[in-house]
């Protein structure tokens, strides 16, 4: 266990170096562009996949968990399909939802990686970082350990409204 937790603080480290730039990508997984068969190789079958019919198009979802989850994930979650103006792809990712063990991102592990988020706010009375370029990181009751990150694709900023306040 130390040992994986040791692996997943070293990638971390190699991440946020990198920067701000990797704000809608985590794993090599990026809504919008990532395929299927990108994710397949990157982490191999994954433990279950699902089928739903969404407004008329198929989507895909694929689920990661145990020792098929990645380091530091307790969860990992993908759904494929995605409507674009060329028509719907439904090999392309769209949404990536994480669920990191504990202590693997703390709200400090958050604002280094991707820097300060655009808004703010609460729901069921926890707070929740949205950042435009894709991301929504919803914290425990204390407010210090991300819970859940969910990655999407790039947000309109004029369609949300303002938070009140910054973390």
């Known amino acids: 266990m130390r040992a994986r937790v040791a692996?997943?603080?070293a990638a971390l480290v190699v991440a946020l170096s990198a920067g701000a730039v990797l704000a809608a990508e985590w794993g090599l997984v990026n809504p919008g562009t990532t395929t299927q068969d990108a994710v397949r190789?990157?982490?191999g079958a994954?433990?279950?996949v699902?089928?739903?019919k969404i407004e008329g198009y198929d989507e895909v979802k694929w689920l990661y968990e145990g020792d098929q989850a990645p380091p530091g994930l307790a969860r990992m979650?993908?759904?494929f399909g995605l409507l674009t103006p060329q028509g719907f792809k439904p090999n392309l990712a769209r949404v990536m939802l994480l669920e990191p063990r504990p202590g693997i991102f703390t709200r400090d592990t958050i604002l280094a990686g991707w820097g300060a988020p655009e808004r703010y706010g609460k729901e069921k009375?926890?707070?929740v970082f949205f950042y435009d370029a894709g991301l929504l990181v919803y914290f425990n009751k204390e407010g210090?350990?991300?819970?859940t990150l969910i990655f999407t694709l790039r947000q309109d900023p004029a369609?949300?409204?303002p938070s009140p306040r910054r973390p």
């Open 7 to 9: 692996l997943v603080a």
């Open 41 to 43: 190789e990157r982490y």
């Open 46 to 48: 994954p433990t279950k």
């Open 50 to 52: 699902t089928s739903a």
């Open 77 to 79: 979650t993908i759904e």
């Open 125 to 127: 009375d926890v707070d």
């Open 144 to 147: 210090w350990l991300a819970q």
């Open 159 to 161: 369609a949300i409204a």
